[in-house]
């Protein structure tokens, strides 16, 4: 049983498109994020919902947005896609968020490839 | 800026020997640390987390955790190939709802 799924695992698309990526969890998980990898291997994170609320949103643009329509789903939709949002985007999800102890279990990541 | 420093490079240890990684993070209050193993083209993995400063240990893994110095170490004892990976360091702290992340350091086991 995949504790959470994200899918496409490849993405592969034109700039200017629109696209989105799934996520979901079945771990019970009342938080969950969205991280973006870039090709030096580096995490960064851009959204966290917890129980379908948005508690963070870095600065990011907002061609990106995320939605959660229950707390074991959060999706990624992007707009207008551009040549630097080529990286992998992993989903993530937690216990808890905010007492310092965040423990994330991440899906498989989506490879997106923008040319 | 909360930041997660890493050793630049990757360490290449021979199979059997002890792999030491470090990472400093600039933040007096975080509170949680972790480390998060990642094989290529695969997601990371949490294999260990620490709190309280002084060591943790599981099974072939041990995380040193000083908060007066800032750093946290994890070592890998009896190196295997299969220790071959990116390892990222992580921590967090109360209120914060995230993890910030260091750039990683990848360990190369030569058998």
């Known amino acids: 049983d995949t504790a959470v799924s994200q899918t496409p695992k490849y993405l592969v698309t034109q700039m200017g498109n629109d696209k989105s990526i799934k996520c979901e969890q079945n771990?019970?998980?009342?938080?969950m994020y969205w991280y973006k990898q870039d090709s030096k291997k580096f995490l960064k994170i851009m959204f966290s919902?917890?129980?379908?609320?948005?508690?963070i949103n870095e600065t990011v643009p907002n061609r990106f947005s995320p939605k959660s329509p229950d707390k074991a789903h959060l999706n990624l939709h992007i707009n207008s896609l551009e040549l630097g949002d080529s990286a992998v985007y992993f989903c993530?999800?937690?216990?808890?968020?905010?007492?310092?102890?965040?423990?994330?279990?991440f899906g498989s990541g989506t490879q997106l490839s923008v040319l | 800026q909360k930041e997660v420093e890493q050793n630049s490079g990757p360490l290449s240890v021979p199979e059997g020997a002890i792999a030491s990684l470090n990472c400093t993070y600039s933040?007096?209050?975080?509170?949680?640390f972790f480390w998060y193993r990642q094989y290529s083209g695969k997601s990371p993995e949490l294999i260990m987390f620490?709190?309280?400063?002084g060591d943790k240990e599981d099974g072939r893994f041990t995380a040193q955790l000083n908060k007066a110095s800032q750093y946290v170490s994890l070592l890998i004892r009896d190196s295997q190939p299969s220790d071959s990976a990116t390892y990222l360091c992580?921590?967090?702290?109360?209120?914060?709802?995230?993890?910030?992340f260091g750039k990683g350091n990848q360990v190369v086991v030569i058998p």
């Open positions: 993530a999800s937690s216990p808890q968020a905010g007492e310092g102890n965040e423990k994330l279990f």
């Open positions: 771990l019970g998980h009342d938080t």
């Open positions: 919902y917890n129980n379908k609320e948005l508690i």
């Open positions: 933040d007096r209050g975080s509170q949680s």
């Open positions: 620490i709190y309280s400063n």
């Open positions: 992580a921590f967090s702290w109360y209120g914060n709802n995230r993890l910030a």
